[in-house]
């Protein structure tokens, strides 16, 4: 029986990604070393799907357990979201991040080749795009002036995968780049757990409003915005994972290619319109102060879809209530759990 390879399957969009393609009868070899997650997560998913992924743990940077995985099972195609995400640990620790997100995914694109497997999705990010002159940003705007490891770790294997396929145009590559992807499953069961305090957005507005943090930071009110907060393009995760499934489909049907889509919703929200929909929503309260700006971020940041609603036949279904609602689910859920 062919299967996807899925690597990170535990982690954020790893875990609602598996659930999506074992949904839609995809099956799925999973690859973790719980770096950056748990591993009930592989019951959960189990738990929504009733059904069973065949599970490795280890790293990727370990090419005798790929070359193991790829002999064991018939692999036709590989996600690859096994990546460190941290802005700010990226900036200490710049080794770590480039060895763990570009010496392992050469060592991924050596054992396919090996293995004559020539189809892969990557997990890229809006990051790639830097601090963009216009929006909305289409795939076209130019790349380049990442103002840290991760992203520019991102950027780089970008490039390393255009080089690839220009050396060998039989393979089959999607590169996504994500927007900014919150909100969990509707079961509350898998949702974003950051170990730590949460640097993004939405779990920090989460967890203040189940009085797990005192008060949110807002970083500055004097970018060139509607509110002068920050604005970005949030995408539920549930709907970013399903671009998954289409992207699989996609890359089936082609056969061969290098194809590269924005994954957003295509609008702009601030981080006010944020903290106001949160609450809204959720009947909460938000308490918050605004701060300093926090150094590299932009003003405004989202993106136009219309290339992967043309080409993939996917489009994002939800809307910001949805992804504050299931955010605050999935904290509520897992603070009790974790009590
Ligand atoms: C961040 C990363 C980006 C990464 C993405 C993953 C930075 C500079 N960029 O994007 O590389 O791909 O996460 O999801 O870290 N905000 C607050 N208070 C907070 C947290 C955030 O006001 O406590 C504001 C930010 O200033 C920004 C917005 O909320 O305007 C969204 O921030 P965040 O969720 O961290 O995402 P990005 O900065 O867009």
Redesign the pocket.
């Known amino acids: 029986m062919k299967k996807v390879f899925v690597t990170g399957c535990c982690g954020y969009i790893g875990s609602h990604t598996c659930v999506e393609l074992l949904e839609a009868g995809y099956q799925i070899v999973g690859l973790d070393n719980f770096s950056n997650s748990k591993r009930e997560v592989l019951n959960k998913i189990k738990q929504i799907t009733n059904k069973d992924i065949i599970f490795y743990e280890g790293n990727m940077l370990d090419k005798s357990l790929l070359d193991k995985i790829f002999e064991e099972n018939e692999i036709v195609m590989v996600i690859d979201f096994a990546a460190y ?1 941290s ?2 640990d990226s900036v200490k620790k710049p080794i770590e991040y480039y060895m763990n997100n570009v010496s392992s995914v050469l060592t991924l694109l050596q054992t396919m080749k090996e293995h004559n497997v020539k189809s892969l999705i990557f997990s890229s ?3 790639v795009y830097g601090n963009p002159e216009t929006v909305p940003i289409t795939e076209q705007t130019k790349t380049g002036g990442t ?2 490891p ?2 520019t770790s ?1 950027l780089y294997v970008e490039e390393i995968l255009k080089d690839l396929y220009h050396s060998d145009n039989s393979w089959n590559i999607c590169i996504f780049r ?5 909100g969990a499953h509707q079961s509350g069961l898998i949702g974003e757990e950051p170990n730590g305090i ?5 779990p ?1 507005i989460a967890k203040v409003a189940n009085k797990e943090l005192e008060c ?5 009110d004097d ?1 060139n915005t509607k509110d002068g ?4 393009d949030y995408i539920h995760i549930v709907d970013l994972a399903k671009a998954h499934v289409c992207g699989v489909k996609k890359l089936v049907k082609e056969q061969s290619g290098l194809f590269i889509y924005n994954l957003g919703t295509g609008s702009g929200y ?2 006010l319109e ?1 903290i106001k929909a949160f609450e809204r929503v959720n009947g909460v309260k938000v308490p918050y102060k605004v701060v300093e ?2 150094p ?3 003003d405004e ?1 989202y993106a136009d879809c219309s290339l992967a609603e043309k080409e993939l036949n996917w489009k994002a279904t939800m809307n910001i209530e949805d992804m504050c609602k299931d955010a605050y689910h999935f904290i509520k859920n897992n603070s009790i759990t974790n009590k």
Do not use: E, H, Q, W
């Not at 994500?178 to 919150?182: D, I, K, L, M, T």
């Not at 949110?216 to 500055?220: I, P, T």
């Open positions: 995400k802005v700010g990010s809006a990051t103002t840290n991760y992203g991102k994500y927007f900014n992807p919150v949460p640097a993004n957005l939405m920090f949110l930071n807002v970083f500055g970018y907060t920050g604005v970005r601030s981080v944020m700006r926090r590299g971020d932009i940041c």
